[in-house]
T-cell receptor, first 116, second 106 residues
């Protein structure tokens, strides 16, 4: 199984809603990542988890709250978002973390979020 | 962090080799070069990576200059399905640059 599964594929939410994006992998990878991608722009790193601990937060606003309940799961909790947060949210995993210089990223297909 | 520079777009005729350049002049000695591509509305897909030596797999070849300051991704026989944005990334920090939008022309 070389898949990273993201749910939901599409999400529409109001600015006062609380929702979550989910990501799952069963490749035994111990590093997991959240990226945000706006149209015609490259993916922008948000968070990195290594061995279930948050290792990188790229100065992401607190209305985005990541969680890594176990080595296979990664969540992104969303609260009080703004319309400009509408984007494709990509999850990725890798065999080792950023600093070991090995291990390609496996990406999911993304969750397309629209904030009204 | 080593930064990469790629041309914003390139065209290639179907069936010809597509050669995508990447400049990474500030690369450190232990940093790998990774290539990914992103087909419209899909997640990025890993293509190939290398440190010093040239590498080849079923998708592509990677040529790294001896001083490691630049590299070239080669798609030997481009097809329409290779139309995508191609990203060159230097490892240690998974930061995507703007990439090259490759158009394969029929």
């Amino acid at each position: 199984d070389t898949e990273v599964t993201q749910t939901p594929k599409h999400l529409v939410m109001g600015m006062t809603n609380k929702k979550s994006l989910k990501c799952e992998q069963h490749m035994g990878h111990r590093a997991m990542y959240w990226y945000k991608q706006k149209a015609k722009k490259p993916p922008e790193l948000m968070f990195v988890y290594s061995y279930e601990k948050l290792s990188i937060n790229e100065s992401v606003p607190s209305r985005f709250s990541p969680e890594c309940p176990n080595s296979s799961l990664l969540n992104l909790h969303l609260h009080a978002l703004q319309p400009e947060d509408s984007a494709l949210y990509l999850c990725a995993s890798s065999q080792v973390d950023l600093f070991a210089n090995t291990g390609e990223l496996f990406f999911g297909e993304g969750s397309r979020l629209t904030v009204l | 962090d080593a930064k990469t520079t790629q041309p914003p777009s390139m065209d290639c005729a179907e069936g010809r080799a597509a050669n995508l350049p990447c400049n990474h002049s500030t690369i450190s000695g232990n940093e790998y070069v990774y290539w990914y591509r992103q087909i419209h509305s899909q997640g990025p897909q890993y293509i190939i990576h290398g440190l010093k030596n040239n590498e080849t797999n079923e998708m592509a070849s990677l040529i790294i200059t001896e001083d490691r300051k630049s590299s070239t991704l080669i798609l030997p026989h481009a097809t329409l399905r290779d139309t995508a944005v191609y990203y060159c990334i230097v490892r240690n920090k998974i930061i995507f640059g703007k990439g090259t939008r490759l158009h394969i022309l029929p």
